[in-house]
């Protein structure tokens, strides 16, 4: 993943600056950048969009499935945003008080919960406007 690939073209613009001087996006792109750098096999995203517009956070979601369709990247994505595990992910593990609850493709595990825990998580999700 090249810089111009992450959004921070020219690269110049942003080589000197510290990261209190880069918006929050442009830092993730950054972090992204470095992250790739020596071709890992995958990616832990821990909130990786949880604190970005809604704008940016597109965007930087974008770089992620890049990363994942055109260089194979495998990411392990960790979030409190079922909606966003139910677009994103195959596979979805759901944790409650450090304990696995649930875990299966994300058609079996959000589309049919078999644990209560899972279900309320699917109840508080925001209804869909429209």
């Not at 990261?19 to 992250?35: C, D, E, F, K, T």
Request: with cysteine.
């Amino acid at each position: 993943m090249s810089w111009e690939r992450c959004g921070l073209d020219p690269v110049e613009r942003y080589w000197h600056r510290y990261p209190h001087q880069l918006s929050g996006g442009q830092r993730q792109r950054v972090v992204i950048v470095a992250a790739v750098a020596l071709r890992p096999e995958a990616l832990i995203c821990d909130e990786p969009v949880s604190a970005l517009d809604v704008s940016i956070r597109s965007q930087v979601l974008g770089i992620l499935a890049e990363l994942r369709r055109d260089d194979g990247i495998g990411l392990l994505f960790i979030t409190h945003d079922v909606g966003l595990a139910w677009a994103l992910c195959d596979r979805v593990a759901v944790l409650h008080r450090g304990e696995l609850v649930e875990y299966g493709d994300v058609e079996q595990a959000l589309g049919a919960p078999r644990h209560p825990y899972t279900r309320e998580l699917l109840a508080a999700m925001p209804a869909p406007r429209g």
